[in-house]
Structures are given as C-alpha cells and as structure tokens.
C-alpha cells in the first residue's frame, strides 16, 4: 500500500524521488531506546521477517503468504526503492550526555552473529533492498560508514548485496569532528568511499571529493563504483525513462490513494496490534448498552499521538474519545493532565468526572515529546503525575477501570497489574490513523484482542543497567542481567510475547513431528569439544553445507482450538528451548523460530504447519560468532506445551 501510494503520487509530479529510508530493522535490545517504535521490537527473526515483506511491499515484488514467488519479479524494476538501516549495533540515540554521534558500541562476535546482523542479512538476501544506510555509531572502534569488512565484504560479498549504500545524514563528517577517526575532512571521504560506501546524506562528499582525489587520497573507480551504484537504482525506478504514466508502474494514480481497501489495512493493522495485558473478572468487553461512559487521559484526545514518528499524513484519523462516541448513550471526556509529561494534573475534576460514568477508560501513555529520534528516556515509568491520576481515577470510580496505554517503549505500569481497582490493561502502541476505531471496537467486543508484545516490559529498577553496554548475554560475575527474552534472567513486568484473548486457546503438537535428527549421516566430521565435565559433539553449519541443510528441513505441526465462545485471531509463536548442558556460553535461554496467524470460530480446531531449518532454528552462536549445532535435546515450545527432539551426531 505505501508503495503502491509513493508510485502514485510521483506519476502524478507531486514527489521528485523514490527512494524510501526504510524499513528500520536494529533490535530493540535496550527499554529506553527512543526510537525502538520505529522497528518491529526486539527479535532477530520478527525483524528479519518484518524487513522482507516491508522492503518487498514497497518495492513491488509479488510477496504472498510470506512466500517469494520467483525470483526475478518485475525484471529488476522497483515500484520504489527500500532501503534497511541502521548498519549496524545502532540502538542508542542521546542518553545521559552520550551522543549517537560518537558512541563506540563495544559487540562480541557472539552477538553480532545471532542478534544484530541477521535482519540485515534477511533483508539482503531475502528482500533483496535496494539500499542500505549505515549507521552512525562506531562498532569496536571503527565507524560503520568506514567499515570495509561490514559494507564491503560482509553485505557484498557475503550477503550478494545490489544496490546503494548511504550514510545516515552528516555521518561523514563526524567521522572527523566526533570520532576523531579522520584527521582531515578528505581523509574521511576516503575512509567511506573505500569502504564501500556510495551516497552521502550531507556535504562532505560534496566539498572534499575532488580535494581528496588530487591528494590521491581517493581513486576516479572509488567515485565509478559509488556512481554506478546510485545510478542503477534510479534506472531501475524508470527515473529516466520519460513520461512516468507510460512505464511499468506507470497505470497507478490519484485513484490509488487512500482506497477503501488501504483503509480497510490500516484499521486491521491496528486491530492485531493492540495487546490485552489484564483483564480481570472479564471485565472487558465492555456492555453493549452502556449507558455513560467517561474516557480521561492526555492522549484520549489526541489523534496525532497515535501516528508515532516519521509518519506520513493520515486519509483519515479519529481520536480515540470521539471513536467511542459511538458505542455509549453519554460519552465524557477529561484531559486529566496539561500534556502527556503530565507536570500538572487535575485530579480533582478527573475524578468527578469518572464517578459520573458506568465506566472508565484512562488513555495515558507516552507520545513523541518523550521518546522519539535524539531522544532516549531516563526512566521506565509513566511521566510525571500521571501514575498519581490513575490512582485517583481508579479509586473513585463505580467499577474497575480499563487503563489503554499509548506508547512505543514498554513502562512498568506494575501498580496497575495489581491494583484490583484496574481491570484491563491494553497496550496500543503508537496504532496508527485507524488506532481510535480499533481499540473501540476491541473495548466493546466487535474485535476480538489477539496481539502479542514484540518486546520485554522491564521494570523500573533496570535502569540501573547502562544504555551503553551492548552485551545481549547475561553475566553473573557482575550481576548484569542480560537483554531481551533471549538472554535476560531478570524480574519482568511483561514477558516478550504476551498477550490475552476474550477466548481461550489450546495447542496440542502432532505426533508427525519427527522426534530425532541425525546429522551423523551427513558428515563424518563433527568436532568433538571438551571441557571438564561433559563431551559435546558439534558441527558448524558451514561444515554441514547449504544442500545438506536443505536436506534437513522437517515440518512439524501444531493443532489449535478455540475453546471459548468468540471467534478470535492470533499469531501462534513456537519457540525452541535447548538443554542446559553446552559448550557455548551464553546460549539463549529460548528463541523464536516461527509464527503463524490463526483464525478461529468458537469452538474450532485448525492444524497449523512449521517449516523448520535446524541450520538455521536449532543452530547457536558460538564465542567466535560461528553457528554451530551441538548433539542434545532441544525442545519445541508453543504456550504450555513443549515437544522433545534429540539431535545426533
């Protein structure tokens, strides 16, 4: 739909470019992150996945099911360029007087390899990008936008990367002037142009190249190469090719704006994406016959809160107040603080006006004034004196009260997770133009919830981890207690991958799935490691081979049922659980390696298919960044159940 948009809009002479920077797939590895709502949360494989069909969808690719369906769509020609960012281990903005713009972020291999790369690589090799942006932050000293081995061997040479690779805007320059990598502004010119590196979003390539190339800092086939391609791209949107209408994507116009079916998109996005995190004694869905109503909160009425950031402007928006004008006989509306920083609340008027209405719901939340680009949090908790006002609300109102929380970042709302007086907690997120009427309709039961959390909600106290450190594993020697689900061994006041349903799900794995895989008939050579205690066998997965992995791909089938009364849909996440016993350190305690949606009426069953790659699904990172797959158990785990294969080599 975006895509398809942009492609009218430019055959209509109202956008010169085509060029999209975006998809933004880094991890989400650290609460505080201002900008961690721009990407799709903190899994390799969510992000991964996200990346393909987002950079797929804008450029015109067949993309089905999540299947590819050839592999030379379109011969090349793109319904508008996608480009993923930022390359790479950029997760922190400004926090604490520490700048993006000259952090070093310390990354083992370890991590590299199985959290901060692959949806980069998925997004190359699957998505096939047409761009890149390197990032502005250094990796173990070295610049990203002056790393040969990242954007030259890694992304090219190893990943088949075809397209051009930008810098993220002014990164050049303060390859001088904030990491003192470079002495002299031609000498980071040269430092980007070796690397790989082709366009540069702001002026240092335009000031110093042709100094640079007479102090032969800089060779003509550095600026052939970047040329070359920048160039292709733009062919390959027709930008050269005369008259628009009369190209390959030529046929979308005006009537392909904001249509009925993008809409439609827009509120069924909204609708999957909204999360039930409480709901006590059923207190919701709402009645039908619902007399009074009263909705308080600094983002109840504040359509453009829900947009996020970078957003482009809405067909249409409603705020989330006047959505539910429509579901009561009397709706009320309070502001309940000054803004969403809530400095001043008036707690008073609030609460006279819940004790008014049959029921409540508190909107509060975050907004782009607390989190957002060049601006990290300091803390995970509600700002200012709006913890206080839901207190008050909750106490004076006639029945429990729904608290909606309209935020990017997760916040530890843990007083309301047991305040008996709170009865449902929704998180939205940041639901976009269609946010207002998808979270009325989940209130008042024309949707059933079915959302489940892209992130881990910390609490409060782990601010006391810094932002800077970037290690994913845990370490006991120093109590450091690790990030995301993966790896973090910590208290939590939401676990990645939550979310609650108006029905109950039961799952139940077939017995078709195979219960012992064996690559000791594939090679001879599994490496035996060794330590004091215990023998484990492994083999790397380059040793095992692309044909042999191929091999080994196995299904394995989960059956759903719905066993309540509501039709319902939701996404079925299988995890992989491995033994305790390893070689590795820092082995994840569980990942995720595959979801699927699932709709189902009440009362029915459905048998859900995974496809499941054990080169990719039951390999780990070893200390050396290598995926090995050692011989073990591991364990298929969807919701309470969990089925046992053993690997053998």
Not at 105 to 133: N, W
């Amino acid at each position: 739909a975006i895509g398809k948009e942009a492609r009218a809009m430019y055959n209509e002479g109202q956008v010169k470019g085509m060029t999209f920077w975006a998809p933004n797939v880094n991890i989400f590895r650290d609460p505080r992150w201002g900008r961690g709502h721009e990407t799709p949360g903190e899994d390799p494989l969510v992000a991964g996945k996200y990346a393909v069909a987002f950079v797929r969808g804008i450029q015109g690719d067949i993309y089905n099911y999540g299947k590819v369906e050839g592999r030379q769509i379109n011969n090349g020609h793109l319904q508008a360029s996608a480009c993923c960012k930022h390359f790479t281990a950029y997760d922190l903005d400004s926090w604490k007087g520490v700048s993006r713009f000259g952090f070093d972020a310390k990354v083992t291999k370890q991590d590299l390899a199985d959290t901060y790369q692959p949806p980069f690589k998925s997004c190359i090799q699957e998505g096939r990008a047409s761009g890149i942006m390197c990032a502005y932050n250094r990796v173990n000293g070295v610049p990203n936008c002056a790393d040969y081995d990242l954007l030259t061997k890694t992304a090219r040479g190893e990943w088949g990367f075809h397209g051009y690779i930008t810098s993220d805007c002014d990164a050049v320059s303060i390859i001088r002037d904030n990491h003192k990598y470079a002495r002299l502004p031609e000498d980071a010119v040269a430092d980007v142009l070796k690397a790989g590196m082709d366009v540069n979003c702001g002026t240092y390539l335009k000031n110093y190249t042709k100094s640079a190339i007479q102090q032969k800092k800089v060779r003509e086939s550095d600026i052939d190469r970047a040329l070359h391609n920048l160039f292709s791209v733009r062919m390959r949107l027709g930008l050269f090719n005369g008259n628009p209408n009369k190209n390959i994507f030529g046929q979308i116009g005006p009537n392909q704006v904001c249509t009925q079916q993008h809409q439609q998109l827009a509120l069924e996005t909204a609708r999957n994406g909204i999360v039930l995190l409480k709901n006590s004694a059923n207190l919701l869905p709402f009645p039908k016959k619902t007399a009074t109503l009263a909705v308080i909160g600094p983002n109840a009425n504040n359509a453009h809160a829900l947009l996020g950031n970078y957003e482009g402007p809405p067909c249409k928006s409603v705020e989330i107040f006047k959505a539910l004008q429509g579901y009561a006989s009397n709706v009320l509306y309070h502001n309940g603080c000054n803004d969403v920083g809530c400095t001043f609340a008036d707690i008073g008027s609030a609460v006279g006006t819940a004790k008014k209405a049959d029921y409540v719901v508190l909107v509060m939340g975050l907004d782009q004034s607390q989190e957002r680009e060049d601006h990290d949090r300091v803390d995970l908790v509600l700002p200012g004196q709006q913890e206080g006002l839901i207190r008050a609300v909750a106490a004076a109102s006639r029945k429990p009260v729904v608290l909606v929380l309209v935020c990017g970042g997760p916040v530890d709302v843990s007083f309301a997770k047991g305040d008996p007086k709170i009865g449902s907690i929704l998180w939205a997120g940041y639901p976009g133009e269609a946010g207002g009427v998808a979270l009325s309709e989940i209130l008042f039961g024309e949707h059933n919830p079915g959302g489940k959390l892209p992130v881990t909600w910390y609490p409060k106290d782990f601010i006391g981890v810094p932002m800077t450190d970037m290690r994913m594993r845990p370490d006991p020697s120093s109590r450091y207690p690790g990030r995301t689900y993966r790896f973090y061994n910590g208290p939590k006041v939401f676990e990645f991958g939550y979310g609650l349903s108006y029905t109950k799900y039961s799952y139940e794995f077939m017995p078709s799935t195979p219960n012992t895989i064996h690559l000791n008939q594939l090679t001879p050579n599994s490496h035996q490691a060794t330590d004091e205690t215990s023998i484990i066998r492994s083999l790397s997965v380059s040793e095992i081979g692309t044909h042999n992995c191929e091999k080994l791909k196995f299904s394995t089938h989960v059956r759903v049922e719905n066993m309540g009364n509501m039709t319902g849909k939701h996404p079925v996440l299988l995890f992989v659980r491995h033994e305790t016993t390893s070689n590795i350190n820092g082995r994840p305690t569980k990942e995720l390696v595959g979801f699927e949606s699932v709709s189902l009426d009440a009362r029915e069953k459905a048998e859900i298919e995974f496809v499941l790659d054990p080169c990719e699904n039951l390999s780990t990172a070893n200390e050396d960044g290598v995926m090995v797959i050692e011989e073990g158990y591991r364990y298929l785990v969807v919701d309470d159940k969990e089925y046992a294969i053993n690997v053998v080599l």
